[in-house]
């Protein structure tokens, strides 16, 4: 005789699942998935605002991720939480032109983004209890039940179609607006992915104020518009996102200071694919950041290290960016 399980107790089991679920508060799906093309304190940098000159410039940044969300729905289910560790390498490319006509720097580029690898893991959990047939007694239960993997490959193009520049003094101001490519590898199934699906155009504007006396204050606006990811019909809200940059040059090529971002959604999500509610995420960091010029070749290669810690998050990813990177100009 074959022993089949009871339907009743899985029944049981289920049920109670999809009502602590119900019951729980509603998770965090504002920016599909709590996550987006903007990448925590990405913009944050010495000098943002400056272009020092006419050339084509070189930026590679290693950055490694490890953060925590509660309660989000992601690839179709919804997880208690979720963990994130990432390590991804993006590499820009530009050219500015001296322009005298508009007194100032005028030029385009593209960045590559390729995830090394990303580790994912959800867990969701429920409690339920069910009635023994010996005793009588209600006995209490557990059901437990994950997911995650691991993940690497090219992620979302971004192109800089209009870098503009001009410097007036201790001032400098730079814009630069930028079109997020789907470019990467997206399952609406999996976890694991490497694209958000959707395009995305984020307008920044970077301010830079270097007194004589070597201090420093910079930063960068941006408002980031969503396009709806055609797959799941997700309308991701628009975000505001600040970044910002205090510190001291001690000389020309060593500079320490403070960098940290700000990040809040303006609008809701939206789209047949929003079931759960319209949310609104934001995000705030702070941490230290040093850069050190070596010559190299003739040339000045720009060594940039920063670590942003996760303040606070509602409805995203929290937790901790690690940054190595460097810059040089041909």
């Given at each position: 005789?074959?022993?089949?399980?009871?339907?009743?107790?899985l029944?049981?089991?289920?049920?109670?699942?999809?009502?602590?679920?119900?019951?729980?508060?509603?998770?965090?799906?504002?920016?599909?998935?709590?996550?987006?093309?903007?990448?925590?304190?990405?913009?944050?940098?010495f000098?943002?605002?400056?272009?020092?000159?006419?050339g084509?410039?070189?930026?590679n940044?290693t950055?490694y991720?490890?953060?925590?969300?509660?309660?989000?729905?992601?690839?179709?289910?919804?997880?208690?939480?979720?963990?994130?560790?990432?390590?991804?390498?993006?590499?820009?490319?530009s050219?500015?032109?001296?322009?005298?006509?508009?007194?100032?720097?005028?030029?385009?580029?593209?960045?590559?983004?390729?995830?090394?690898n990303?580790?994912?893991?959800?867990?969701?959990?429920?409690?339920?209890?069910?009635?023994?047939?010996?005793?009588?007694?209600?006995?209490?239960?557990?059901?437990?039940?994950?997911?995650?993997?691991?993940?690497?490959?090219?992620?979302?193009?971004?192109?800089?179609p209009?870098?503009?520049?001009?410097?007036?003094?201790?001032?400098?101001?730079?814009?630069?607006?930028?079109?997020f490519?789907?470019?990467?590898?997206?399952?609406?199934?999996?976890?694991?992915?490497?694209?958000?699906?959707y395009?995305?155009?984020?307008?920044?504007?970077?301010?830079?104020?270097?007194?004589?006396?070597?201090?420093?204050?910079?930063?960068?606006?941006?408002?980031?518009?969503n396009?709806?990811?055609?797959?799941?019909?997700?309308?991701?809200g628009?975000?505001?996102?600040?970044?910002w940059?205090?510190?001291?040059?001690?000389?020309?090529?060593?500079?320490?200071?403070?960098?940290?971002?700000?990040?809040?959604?303006?609008?809701?999500?939206s789209?047949?694919?929003?079931?759960?509610?319209?949310?609104?995420?934001?995000?705030?960091?702070?941490?230290?950041?040093?850069?050190?010029?070596?010559?190299?070749?003739?040339?000045?290669?720009?060594?940039?290290?920063?670590?942003?810690?996760?303040?606070?998050?509602?409805?995203?990813?929290?937790?901790?960016?690690?940054?190595?990177?460097?810059?040089?100009?041909?």
């Amino acid at each position: 005789m074959s022993h089949r399980p009871h339907a009743a107790p899985l029944f049981l089991a289920a049920l109670c699942l999809a009502l602590a679920l119900a019951a729980a508060p509603r998770p965090a799906q504002a920016v599909e998935g709590g996550a987006s093309h903007y990448i925590q304190g990405a913009y944050g940098d010495f000098l943002m605002g400056l272009i020092p000159a006419s050339g084509f410039y070189v930026r590679n940044d290693t950055l490694y991720q490890s953060t925590h969300m509660d309660a989000t729905y992601k690839a179709g289910r919804v997880f208690a939480g979720l963990d994130d560790t990432s390590v991804i390498n993006i590499t820009k490319f530009s050219y500015l032109f001296d322009v005298p006509a508009m007194g100032g720097f005028l030029g385009l580029g593209v960045g590559v983004p390729l995830i090394l690898n990303e580790h994912i893991t959800g867990d969701v959990a429920a409690d339920y209890s069910r009635r023994s047939r010996t005793t009588g007694l209600d006995m209490p239960h557990q059901l437990d039940f994950g997911g995650g993997g691991d993940r690497g490959g090219l992620s979302d193009i971004f192109l800089m179609p209009v870098i503009a520049g001009w410097n007036f003094g201790e001032c400098h101001l730079a814009v630069t607006p930028i079109v997020f490519l789907p470019t990467g590898y997206y399952d609406k199934s999996k976890l694991t992915n490497l694209g958000m699906n959707y395009a995305s155009f984020d307008g920044n504007m970077a301010f830079t104020w270097l007194s004589k006396k070597r201090f420093e204050l910079s930063v960068n606006a941006g408002y980031m518009i969503n396009a709806e990811n055609a797959t799941t019909k997700y309308l991701s809200g628009n975000q505001l996102h600040v970044d910002w940059t205090a510190a001291y040059h001690v000389n020309e090529r060593l500079a320490l200071g403070a960098v940290g971002y700000l990040v809040a959604q303006t609008t809701p999500d939206s789209g047949a694919g929003a079931t759960m509610g319209s949310f609104y995420s934001s995000g705030t960091g702070i941490g230290p950041a040093a850069t050190y010029a070596i010559p190299v070749g003739g040339k000045d290669v720009m060594l940039i290290a920063k670590w942003l810690h996760g303040l606070g998050a509602t409805h995203s990813f929290l937790g901790d960016t690690v940054y190595a990177s460097f810059a040089v100009k041909f």
